[in-house]
Every structure is written in structure tokens, then in C-alpha cells.
């Protein structure tokens, strides 16, 4: 009879949403990056 828990199931899907959330992040980050910088310079050439 085996009574000990396995440790490594309940860390089976951590990866995976680790992938998946970084995976957002830069779903979400680089248009934001893109828009801000764009903005920047156009907010430039007014004060030139």
C-alpha cells in the first residue's frame, strides 16, 4: 500500500499557463509598445 502523495501532479499545468501568460503579455505588449512610440513621435514633429 502506497500513502505517499505524489508531489509533481498538482504542478502538472504550471508550464503550460507560464507559456500561455507569457504568450499574452507579448499579445498585449508589443501593440502597446508599437502605439506609444508611434504617439511619441508624432507628438515630436508638433514641437518641432
Known sequence: MNTR???NHS????PT???LLAVFWI???V??????INTLVQATK???
Open 5 to 7: 502523495i505524489d508531489q
Open 46 to 48: 508638433l514641437f518641432h
Open 17 to 19: 499557463n507560464k507559456v
Open 27 to 29: 499579445y498585449v505588449l
Open 31 to 36: 501593440p502597446l509598445a508599437w502605439g506609444v
Open 11 to 14: 504542478s502538472d499545468g504550471v
